[in-house]
């Protein structure tokens, strides 16, 4: 079916994008009306260019995607499209579909206004030009316009994610969030504020159509968010957010970061309406980028047909069909660039490690190297002195004092080592100790965290008295407490005995603490499950020692047996052990704890000086 005969009308507009970018797709405007002002997007009118379900088309369909490389990029459609005729170059009539969002004083949108029209773009600006003539450009009226447009901006910047958006950019810390509120670093390339610009006048944009589209009730591609069921409270992620921005070296942002993908849902593209969770929006479509991206030509020829008053393209059967294809397209280039990241990373840590030499590492390089060497489980000579020398001169960050405390599985006399330095320097610098834990909470070592504090004392000599308690992963609580001038110092004194329990009950041989593992359903149980959870374990982790000591002398190392017993919020573990020495059962011992850790430890200790004394063992 032939379109009716539409008359264009000019619109202005400037392209922003990299210096050498060739595929410009977009174009914006800002202007002062009376009361507010009235925002304009233009964005190539690519569904006019070719025909649906042909060669171009199917093509573009099957890629989904332009894809950028170091070194030049993929075109989604032919580089005579997207390069050449439909990019908006600077004095080339173009047709564009422009978005009007008329914005009162407050930035409150008013009804959009969408249309066909002509653009010539007057100006081909680049990040860093724009940021130029912002600070240092002579007046005009195109330095007016950009200073506009930045003020607003950042406006619609503050009041998305005042609104409960997952939404940061902040040039001066170098962390921005994408929108599906994934924190990551921002590239030298996009600290500019015209990044923020573009940004938020496309989300503006998309937004205007996403509503244009489900007032009329017209089946389109939405771009869908959803979280788990398990995620935390918006604010919270809101909090840890900023809180990893201001300091991402003490609340650890990896950590952060892999919470997030854990609690977070993939956004997809589809013709139901789920929502927007990162963007905290009802309904969100992509619209902006018809040269790049191919749910966006759907936008578009949807779209168009409603502004041109013909036949819809497509029905929600095709809508789907297309969308389950475009997201097993997107979801394999995001899998491949995160492994090709990873595998770049890795490559780069190995080459540190390989040199041996660790006492000039940044910060950032030694705990690239820390979590490789966790991973891989081998503790070089070099890294285990310059780790200690950083513990001892109290040049630890409190993330890496987190990998190595609980991360570090391994047993072996030099990371067991490793653990006691780190604990001690813990001990010396409490004021982190509450900065570890809270990592340890975001990775899901600690499901709860609760500080209570009394008062000690008359008003004038005052102290105060913390109580610490931990829900940890298996559903036991760990309890602490200690006491301070302040109630930070309380806390801070309390978090490192919690961290020292937690410590223990995983099989790491520190001192005594002075209270120890517990429950919420038990009370009068507390002395007998702090026997069971608190092994003799000074000087000596049984596990492993037993094991050393029969390899030492060609022994044959003992079995272990598990079983559980009592209700499941109360577990009561029981390993038993036995040691065989010719086929003959030579020694065996049993021992109960609330976890396996603690159970395996009592069982190793129950043979541990039977088998040592066994004189018809040769050494």
């Known amino acids: 079916m032939k379109n009716r005969k539409i008359t264009r009308a000019r619109v202005r507009g400037v392209t922003i994008d990299g210096p050498t970018s060739k595929d410009l797709d977009d174009a914006i405007w800002v202007s002062k009306r009376e009361k507010g002002y009235l925002v304009t997007v233009s ?33 989604m459609l032919p580089r005579f499209l997207s390069e050449g005729m439909l990019s908006l170059f600077q004095g080339k009539p173009r047709n564009v579909v422009t978005v009007e969002i008329p914005l009162d004083e ?118 869908n968010h959803t979280a788990k069921t398990s995620a935390p409270a918006r604010s919270q992620l809101i909090s840890d957010f900023e809180r990893s921005v201001r300091d991402p070296v003490n609340f650890n942002i990896e950590t952060l970061q892999s919470r997030v993908l854990m609690v977070l849902n993939r956004a997809t593209y ?31 020829r949807q779209l168009l047909a409603v502004l041109s008053g013909v036949s819809l393209p497509y029905d929600v059967e095709k809508l789907q069909e297309i969308a389950s294809s475009i997201n097993v397209i997107e979801r394999e280039i995001k899998e491949r660039r995160e492994k ?22 940044n910060p950032d390089d030694m705990h690239k190297v820390i979590k490789r060497s966790i991973d891989s489980g081998e503790m070089g000579e070099a890294l285990s002195e310059e780790l200690c020398i ?28 490793i653990k006691k330095r780190v604990f ?16 340890a909470q975001q990775a899901g070592r600690v499901l709860a965290l609760d500080f209570t504090f009394q008062p000690i004392g008359p008003d004038h000599n005052r102290s105060f008295q913390g109580k610490g308690t931990v829900s940890w992963k298996d559903g036991s609580l760990v309890k602490a407490e200690a006491s301070g001038s302040t109630k930070k110092q309380a806390q801070q004194k309390a978090t490192v005995e919690l961290i020292r329990l937690m410590l223990i009950s995983a099989g790491v041989p520190l001192s005594q603490p002075k209270i120890n593992i517990g429950d919420a359903a038990s009370i009068v149980s507390e002395t007998r499950k702090q026997e069971e959870a608190s092994p003799a374990m000074k000087d000596e982790n049984y596990v492993s020692a037993l094991q050393e000591w029969l390899m030492a002398r060609r022994l044959p190392l003992p079995e272990y047996r598990m079983s559980q017993s009592g209700p499941s919020h109360i577990p009561e573990i029981t390993y038993t052990v036995v040691l065989s020495i010719g086929g003959t059962s030579c ?12 159970a395996k430890q009592l069982a190793a200790k129950s043979i541990w000086t039977e088998v040592t004394k066994l004189a018809a063992i040769p050494k």
């Open 106 to 223: 407050n930035l409150n949108v008013g009804e959009p206004q969408i249309s066909l029209r002509i653009l010539v773009s007057e100006a081909k600006l680049s990040y860093g030009i724009v940021d130029h003539l912002i600070k240092e450009g002579t007046e005009s009226e195109l330095k007016s316009m950009l200073v506009l447009a930045r003020d607003i901006s950042e406006g619609l910047l503050a009041k998305r994610r005042g609104g409960g958006a997952l939404a940061i950019y902040d040039i001066f810390s170098g962390w921005k969030t994408s929108e599906e509120g994934n924190l990551r670093k921002v590239i030298p390339e996009e600290r500019h504020i015209a990044n923020i610009i573009v940004q938020e006048m496309m989300i503006l944009a998309n937004i205007a159509v996403a509503q244009f589209m489900v007032s009329k009730d017209i089946p389109v591609l939405f771009r």
């Open 390 to 417: 950083r513990a001892d001169k109290g040049m630890l960050a409190p993330r890496d004092a987190f990998f190595l405390l609980f991360e570090a599985t391994q047993s072996s006399v030099a990371w067991v080592g």
């Open 43 to 75: 964005v190539a009118d690519v569904s006019s260019a070719f025909r649906m379900r042909r060669g171009i088309d199917l093509a573009a369909l099957s890629k989904g995607f332009t894809r950028y490389y170091a070194e030049g990029n993929k075109p």
């Open 270 to 300: 589809g013709p139901v309406l789920e929502g927007h969770f990162g963007l905290n929006l009802p309904a969100y479509l992509h619209f902006t980028s018809p040269i790049r991206r191919y749910p966006d030509l759907v936008v578009h």
């Open 587 to 598: 020694v065996t011992g049993e021992g109960k704890g609330p976890n396996k850790k603690v």
């Open 340 to 361: 090709s990241f990873k595998e770049k990373d890795h490559g780069q840590t190995k080459k540190i490690i390989a040199r041996d030499i660790f006492v000039s590492l």
């Open 424 to 439: 001690e320097w813990l001990e010396k610098h409490p004021e982190n100790s509450v900065t570890v834990i809270n990592i």
